[in-house]
C-alpha cells in the first residue's frame, strides 16, 4: 500500500468546516507524539515528521491491523473517557501529523475534513447531554480511499452507573465524507473563546430563569473560564427541538439541535468558554419564535 503523508483522515459526520478547540488545561500531546503545530514554531523550521513525505515503497502501516477506538461510556452529564493510546501507538510517526478528526455522534465532533488534527491532540473526554445510545465514528483516508472505525456506545441516565466498556475490532473501508459532512462545533477566527462536549475536568450545572423574547432582556447565567458547564433553561414548550446559536463578537455559532424535555426544561449542550466576558444565546423554536439567555463568563 501507498501512502503519502498528509493523506490520512480520520472523520466525522454532519457538517460545517467549523472547527473544534481544547478548553483550557486539556492536554494537547500524548508521550511520543510529535506537535506539528505551525504557529509554535514561528520562525523555525516544522520538525521533519510534520513534512517529509512517507516513501513510495512504504509497507509498513496496514489499516487492517489498528486496534479498535477504547471508550468508557460515563452516565449522561459525567465524562466519558476515550483512550487512543493503542491507536496511537500502532500509528507511529502517522500519529503526529495534523491528518485526524472524529465524530462524537450527538452532532458534535473534533477536527474537520478542512482542518484536521493530530491525533496526540484530541481530547479525552466528552460530555453527553442524554443518556441512548450514540455512534462515535473515525476515518482515515489512504489515496483516495476512505477507511472508517466506528462503536456504538450506551450513555447511562444519570443515576445509573456507566455502561462496561466497550471497543470495535477494525477498520471499515466506506465513502469518502464530503467537505461539508463536517461537525459545526464551535467558532473559528473568533479568539478560540467556545469548545462544545469536551470536558478537562470539573462538570457543573447551571439554572437560568425563564428565556426572554429580546436579548435586551435577557436573564444571566454565571459560570467560569474554562469549567464546562450545563445550562438549563425552563419554560419552553415541551417536545420542541431548540437549535440554540451563541454569540461570539458579531458571529451567531450553532449549537447542535436539543430537545426540550417533559418539564419544559432544555439543556444546552455542554459549553466550555475559553474567554472572560458575557455571550447571548439564542433560542430558535419550531414556531418560528426567538428566546435569549446570557452566560456570563468569569475569570477564575
Known amino acids: 500500500m501507498t501512502i503519502l503523508a ?8 454532519p457538517a460545517s468546516a467549523d472547527d473544534v478547540i481544547l478548553p483550557p488545561g486539556a492536554t494537547a500531546s500524548v508521550p511520543g507524539a510529535i506537535d506539528c503545530t505551525p504557529s509554535n514554531y514561528v520562525g523555525v523550521p516544522l520538525p521533519t515528521p510534520c513534512t517529509a513525505s512517507v516513501p513510495s515503497n512504504e509497507t ?18 459525567t ?10 501507538t500502532a500509528l507511529g510517526p502517522y500519529a503526529s501529523l495534523a491528518i485526524f478528526y472524529v465524530d462524537f455522534g450527538d452532532g458534535t465532533g473534533f477536527g474537520s475534513s478542512g482542518n484536521p488534527q493530530a491525533l496526540g491532540s484530541f481530547p479525552t473526554s466528552h460530555v453527553y447531554v442524554n443518556p441512548g445510545t450514540y455512534t462515535v465514528t473515525g476515518y482515515a483516508s489512504i489515496e483516495g480511499r476512505t477507511e472508517s472505525t466506528s462503536v456504538s456506545i450506551t450513555i447511562a441516565p444519570p443515576a ?10 477494525t477498520w471499515e473501508t466506506t465513502a469518502a465524507p464530503s467537505p461539508q459532512a463536517v461537525v459545526p462545533v464551535t467558532a473559528i477566527g473568533l479568539g478560540s473563546a467556545l469548545s462544545v462536549g469536551t470536558a478537562v475536568s470539573e462538570i457543573v450545572e447551571r439554572n437560568a430563569k425563564a428565556a426572554a423574547r429580546t436579548e435586551i432582556k435577557a436573564p444571566k447565567v454565571t459560570v467560569n473560564v474554562g469549567t464546562t458547564t450545563l445550562v438549563n433553561i425552563p419554560s419552553l414548550p415541551v417536545g420542541s427541538t431548540v437549535k440554540a446559536q451563541v454569540k461570539i463578537g458579531k458571529t451567531w455559532t450553532t449549537l447542535p439541535a436539543t430537545a426540550v424535555e417533559s418539564d419544559g426544561t432544555l439543556t444546552l449542550p455542554a459549553l466550555t468558554f475559553a474567554k472572560a466576558g458575557t455571550y447571548p444565546v439564542r433560542l430558535n423554536l419550531n414556531n418560528g419564535t426567538s428566546r435569549y439567555v446570557k452566560v456570563k463568563v468569569n475569570k477564575r
Open 6 to 13: 498528509g493523506s490520512i483522515i480520520w472523520a466525522a459526520a
Open 60 to 77: 509498513s502501516f496496514d489499516t487492517s491491523n489498528l486496534p479498535g477506538m477504547d471508550i468508557t461510556p460515563g452516565a449522561a452529564r
Open 79 to 88: 465524562a466519558t473517557t476515550f483512550n487512543l493510546g493503542p491507536i496511537i
Open 160 to 169: 445509573e452507573k456507566p455502561a462496561a466498556a466497550t471497543a470495535t475490532d
